[in-house]
């Protein structure tokens, strides 16, 4: 019976572990979310934000909403960027390399 209970507590510790540890990675995946307050209805178009990538010469593969930022993942001389654009105003105001 004491086996049973060690191996019972060994098991739930691994489970929770990994449970942690999933969601720890899951916070440090997430990117930059803050660009601005403005209401939705009044962002600039997504394809703008794309564009002044492409101007900075990165090969954008795609792009998403991030929070209240626009996420483009671009290619800029073999390495992977994730760009964070206020859809305010089109400004750039976080890169991350990958």
Request: aromatic share 8%.
């Amino acid at each position: 019976m004491r086996v049973r209970v060690t191996l019972s507590a060994a098991l739930a510790a691994c489970v929770l572990g990994s449970v942690l540890g999933l969601t720890g990675s899951a916070a440090l995946a997430d990117g930059y979310k803050n660009c601005t307050k403005l209401d939705k209805a009044s962002w600039k178009p997504a394809s703008e934000a794309e564009a002044k990538a492409k101007a900075l010469g990165y090969e954008v593969r795609r792009s998403k909403i991030e929070g209240s930022c626009y996420e483009v993942y671009g290619v800029k001389e073999g390495k992977l960027y994730e760009l964070f654009y206020s859809p305010e105003d089109l400004s750039l105001k976080h890169t991350i390399a990958k």
